[in-house]
């Protein structure tokens, strides 16, 4: 809030001549550049001065909008200290200031979650654990002793742990939000009381039976030198990994990116990657992939073998390609999405094969004729006759089984968000 209103020098400059009385003797205070006049318009300067740096003093005051004094706010509510090391950019440690005064009589636990909320976990809950689900709790991951579960609170919440289950406890915060959290409330908690974090964020592995998980936007799965990309790190837990030995047949990673996120880019002329172990798909199975092309009139491919006729990608008519095993089959009747998309394809008990795009409605492919034979998926971006893909692909998930409507939906609800799709 501003002391004072803001005024122009002329502004200033009549409101003090209006101070001046009428007559003889003060004539001059308006005629232009006499001694007086001058005088005025020398002091109006100076006091515009005084006003504004006041000005500009009350608004510094604010922690919120801080700038000039916000080393003194640092050192007025004690930081650095251990969980606030004073560093990070202006906004981050005017954060900082307000989170120590928050954290002053923090004791239920609404007022843990009004401090979660301030760090960012806008849809954190903290919550005393459930005494009457004894047993089994519902954090399955922790032995918890009857008389010790009154004790205890759960703070749930995507981010709040990095990664996926299972975690170690106590967990290692990787980001600068979550080493707050768990300092802030180490330090207020009442002693006796014991706090457990869970990521409540979707993961793809909470499905059963994901078979393989590639993720272009967590780059520490991605082994690369100067751009190029030789290995593609599984995130399923079974480590089949992707490679490329070749630097020529390498794709790029860190140059483009789908909703700000990193993905892979396939040249289309010879950059592919070989997983570890083949793919085979007896029974039913599904598929996600997020991608892009850059040419909708040539046969491309996202999946394939080098070996086997199985295969998932576009053909030279803009349609999707799909042949589901090994028996030569093929279906071609479903337009490819244009833009960023994410493609979802399933085989069902009954090998029956369906495919969509972007969340829609699933489309009956091979004309409702059941495919029987396995399907085998050893290359990204490639198949056996040589149809390289062209753009980009962001993130495959495979599972060894037909997913239910619902977790297909949660699968997608992770997947729009994130890629901006």
């Not at 604010?62 to 007025?76: C, G, P, Q, Y």
């Not at 459930?130 to 205890?152: E, G, L, Q």
Request: net charge negative; aromatic share 10%.
């Amino acid at each position: 809030m501003k002391l004072f209103s803001d005024q122009s020098k002329e502004q200033q400059s009549n409101s003090l001549a209006s101070f001046f009385p009428a007559g003889s003797a003060f004539e001059s205070v308006n005629l232009e550049d006499s001694v007086l006049e001058n005088f005025i318009e020398g002091l109006s300067c100076e006091i515009k001065r005084v006003y504004d740096d006041m000005n500009d003093l009350s608004e510094d005051y604010d922690i919120l909008v801080t700038d000039e004094l916000l080393s003194k706010w640092e050192s007025a509510v004690g930081i650095p200290d251990d969980c606030f090391l004073g560093n990070g950019d202006k906004a981050e440690r005017r954060l900082h200031v307000l989170l120590k005064f928050a954290k002053m009589n923090v004791q239920t636990a609404s007022e843990f979650q009004e401090l979660a909320v301030l760090l960012g976990f806008s849809d954190a809950t903290v919550t005393p654990l459930n005494a009457a689900a004894f047993p089994p709790y519902d954090v399955p991951f922790i032995p918890i002793s009857a008389p010790d579960s009154r004790y205890t609170i759960v703070v749930r919440g995507a981010n709040v742990v990095s990664g996926v289950p299972p975690y170690d406890v106590p967990f290692t915060p990787s980001s600068n939000n979550q080493s707050i959290l768990s300092c802030i409330f180490d330090i207020v908690k009442p002693a006796n009381v014991q706090i457990i974090y869970v990521n409540t964020q979707f993961s793809p592995t909470s499905l059963e039976n994901n078979v393989l998980w590639d993720d272009a936007s967590d780059v520490s799965f991605i082994t690369e030198s100067s751009g190029s990309a030789s290995q593609w790190n599984d995130k399923s837990g079974i480590g089949n990994n992707s490679t490329q030995g070749t630097g020529s047949a390498q794709p790029t990673t860190g140059t483009d990116t789908i909703n700000g996120k990193n993905a892979l880019d396939f040249d289309g002329t010879s950059d592919f990657m070989s997983l570890d172990s083949d793919l085979s798909l007896v029974d039913d199975w599904s598929i996600f992939i997020v991608s892009n092309t850059d040419d909708t009139t040539s046969v491309r491919m996202l999946l394939g073998d080098d070996t086997n006729n199985s295969k998932i990608g576009i053909n030279a008519s803009g349609n999707l390609f799909v042949r589901a095993d090994n028996l030569g089959s093929s279906d071609e009747t479903l337009a490819f999405a244009s833009g960023n998309s994410i493609l979802y394809i399933s085989k069902d008990a009954s090998d029956k094969v369906d495919a969509a795009f972007n969340g829609g409605s699933l489309n009956r492919l091979f004309a409702d004729v059941a495919q029987t034979g396995t399907s085998i998926f050893g290359r990204i971006g490639v198949d056996d006759s040589a149809n390289f893909w062209d753009g980009n692909i962001a993130e495959i998930i495979v599972y060894d089984r037909a997913l239910s409507a619902s977790e297909r939906a949660e699968v997608e609800s992770d997947l729009t968000p994130k890629w901006g799709i």
